[in-house]
């Protein structure tokens, strides 16, 4: 299996830019724009997440089943990517349009198309991080090919954060509405474009034999019961993306609410999301000097750091723009690290389960990823959803004691939590280093030339 050309590299990474702008301003802005500015229920808009997120525990691993049986001239990834981005970006800008409905119509419209976009962003999710193992079972370069659609991926999200809410008053010109809907149709066509450039330029090198048995649902869901590595990753991801994502979903609830300064979200995230792209850029220098180990558990701490760091200064000087700096800054380089980590980890699950069960099912394992981080946004939607109602918030007021309280636990306290829980689990559970994880690839080698030459 030849060397990724520098252009195939930074085309596949390119495509990552996109769809998590998609991602990015549906996880950071959806929540708040239904309830402030379209005005439905928290407790609501919470459980619709959650709802959704029900139906991906059968969607996602069908659809990663789909994939693998799929055989075309143009591999079994990319003509997914293509369709799930274009129906996506469809549906993405029908998300943020308010249609001239009022009550259950105008709830029903939401619910109709949040659920659309979660069904329509696995069809192209799957397949994209599918094709990582698929392009190289180098360790060295697996680690690289990992880390470039990370950040991209991280760009897309500092870019929203940094600048969202300033490019929807532009777009809007007051009208928050109409910002975000053009806002939305701009990222669509960013979508599609970037989409393009991957499923034109990268090309799967390890292909699927023609004459290989199709995988039924339930074969699907007994390979990953029976990949006991895969079932730890589900653990360790998860606590990772509740970390983020409930601390995602709360923080311009928090500034705004908490420090009583919207602006400094902007300022907050501009920080943070430069030093997860720095934490990516840093995991395959750190990997070749500490091992992959030391770096995950190092990704794991600073988050519990960056957190605490936040809350003190919440306390003592909660506008004070050097703390908030210092806090996004640690919490968000241990995020990159922890992305680069389980983009690989995940791969290696992929050539573990190859090596347990005789057969190598990258959209079904990878179809594990898209179902977690989507479920970690339905909980952290949930708990931030109804978790503003229990505490008695109120849009576009000033917040009591007990609402301010309420929002510093779900910033602070239940993402800490979350990542002790993901540290301890990869301590004790995840085996997928060292010699072990050397004598894997080694085997699954050796049998790739054994098939070759007796072919």
């Given at each position: 299996?030849?060397?990724?050309?520098?252009?195939?590299?930074?085309?596949?990474?390119?495509?990552?830019?996109?769809?998590?702008?998609?991602?990015?301003?549906?996880?950071?802005?959806?929540?708040?724009?239904?309830?402030?500015?379209?005005?439905?229920?928290?407790?609501?808009?919470?459980?619709?997440?959650?709802?959704?997120?029900?139906?991906?525990?059968?969607?996602?691993?069908?659809?990663?089943?789909?994939?693998?049986?799929?055989?075309?001239?143009?591999?079994?990834?990319?003509?997914?990517?293509?369709?799930?981005?274009?129906?996506?970006?469809?549906?993405?800008?029908?998300?943020?349009?308010?249609?001239?409905?009022?009550?259950?119509?105008?709830?029903?419209?939401?619910?109709?198309?949040?659920?659309?976009?979660?069904?329509?962003?696995?069809?192209?999710?799957?397949?994209?991080?599918?094709?990582?193992?698929?392009?190289?079972?180098?360790?060295?370069?697996?680690?690289?090919?990992?880390?470039?659609?990370?950040?991209?991926?991280?760009?897309?999200?500092?870019?929203?954060?940094?600048?969202?809410?300033?490019?929807?008053?532009?777009?809007?010109?007051?009208?928050?509405?109409?910002?975000?809907?053009?806002?939305?149709?701009?990222?669509?066509?960013?979508?599609?474009?970037?989409?393009?450039?991957?499923?034109?330029?990268?090309?799967?090198?390890?292909?699927?034999?023609?004459?290989?048995?199709?995988?039924?649902?339930?074969?699907?869901?007994?390979?990953?019961?029976?990949?006991?590595?895969?079932?730890?990753?589900?653990?360790?991801?998860?606590?990772?993306?509740?970390?983020?994502?409930?601390?995602?979903?709360?923080?311009?609830?928090?500034?705004?609410?908490?420090?009583?300064?919207?602006?400094?979200?902007?300022?907050?995230?501009?920080?943070?999301?430069?030093?997860?792209?720095?934490?990516?850029?840093?995991?395959?220098?750190?990997?070749?000097?500490?091992g992959r180990e030391t770096v995950f558990k190092i990704g794991g701490i600073l988050p519990i750091v960056g957190f605490i760091l936040l809350l003190v200064a919440g306390y003592i000087a909660p506008q004070n723009i050097v703390y908030i700096a210092i806090s996004g800054i640690v919490l968000k380089l241990g995020s990159g690290l922890l992305l680069g980590s389980t983009t690989v980890m995940l791969a290696d699950v992929v050539d573990y389960g190859q090596f347990k069960l005789g057969t190598r099912n990258e959209s079904?394992?990878?179809?594990?990823?898209?179902?977690?981080?989507?479920?970690?946004?339905?909980?952290?939607?949930?708990?931030?959803?109804?978790?503003?109602?229990?505490?008695?918030?109120?849009?576009?007021?000033?917040?009591?004691?007990?609402?301010?309280?309420?929002?510093?636990?779900?910033?602070?306290?239940?993402?800490?939590?979350?990542?002790?829980?993901?540290?301890?689990?990869?301590?004790?559970?995840?085996?997928?280093?060292?010699?072990?994880?050397?004598?894997?690839?080694?085997?699954?080698?050796?049998?790739?030339?054994?098939?070759?030459?007796?072919?």
């Amino acid at each position: 299996m030849g060397k990724l050309t520098f252009k195939e590299k930074y085309s596949y990474g390119i495509g990552a830019l996109g769809k998590d702008l998609v991602y990015a301003i549906v996880s950071t802005y959806l929540m708040i724009y239904f309830t402030d500015v379209v005005g439905l229920k928290p407790a609501f808009v919470g459980t619709l997440f959650l709802a959704a997120r029900l139906w991906d525990t059968i969607n996602d691993p069908m659809m990663g089943m789909i994939v693998d049986n799929t055989r075309t001239k143009w591999g079994k990834f990319r003509p997914w990517i293509f369709i799930g981005t274009v129906l996506n970006a469809v549906v993405l800008v029908f998300l943020f349009r308010k249609p001239d409905l009022e009550g259950t119509s105008l709830y029903v419209y939401f619910s109709v198309m949040y659920i659309l976009w979660g069904m329509t962003y696995t069809i192209m999710d799957i397949p994209y991080w599918s094709m990582i193992p698929a392009l190289s079972r180098n360790k060295e370069e697996r680690e690289e090919i990992s880390v470039i659609p990370r950040i991209f991926a991280s760009t897309a999200w500092l870019i929203i954060g940094a600048l969202g809410i300033w490019i929807v008053k532009v777009l809007g010109g007051g009208d928050a509405v109409r910002g975000y809907g053009k806002f939305a149709f701009i990222i669509a066509i960013i979508f599609v474009i970037s989409s393009l450039i991957t499923c034109i330029n990268v090309k799967e090198r390890t292909e699927t034999p023609k004459n290989a048995e199709k995988v039924t649902f339930k074969q699907t869901l007994n390979i990953i019961r029976r990949n006991d590595q895969l079932v730890v990753f589900i653990g360790i991801v998860l606590g990772m993306n509740l970390v983020m994502q409930i601390s995602g979903g709360t923080a311009i609830y928090y500034f705004k609410y908490v420090t009583g300064d919207e602006n400094l979200f902007s300022f907050f995230t501009t920080f943070a999301g430069l030093a997860e792209i720095a934490g990516l850029m840093l995991y395959p220098i750190l990997t070749k000097k500490i091992g992959r180990e030391t770096v995950f558990k190092i990704g794991g701490i600073l988050p519990i750091v960056g957190f605490i760091l936040l809350l003190v200064a919440g306390y003592i000087a909660p506008q004070n723009i050097v703390y908030i700096a210092i806090s996004g800054i640690v919490l968000k380089l241990g995020s990159g690290l922890l992305l680069g980590s389980t983009t690989v980890m995940l791969a290696d699950v992929v050539d573990y389960g190859q090596f347990k069960l005789g057969t190598r099912n990258e959209s079904i394992v990878f179809s594990v990823q898209t179902l977690l981080v989507k479920c970690a946004s339905a909980v952290s939607g949930w708990l931030v959803g109804v978790g503003l109602d229990m505490v008695g918030y109120v849009a576009g007021a000033e917040q009591t004691a007990m609402t301010i309280l309420g929002l510093r636990f779900l910033m602070v306290g239940v993402p800490i939590i979350s990542a002790i829980v993901m540290c301890t689990i990869y301590v004790f559970k995840y085996k997928l280093n060292g010699e072990y994880h050397d004598n894997i690839l080694k085997s699954l080698s050796n049998k790739e030339s054994e098939l070759n030459m007796a072919e």
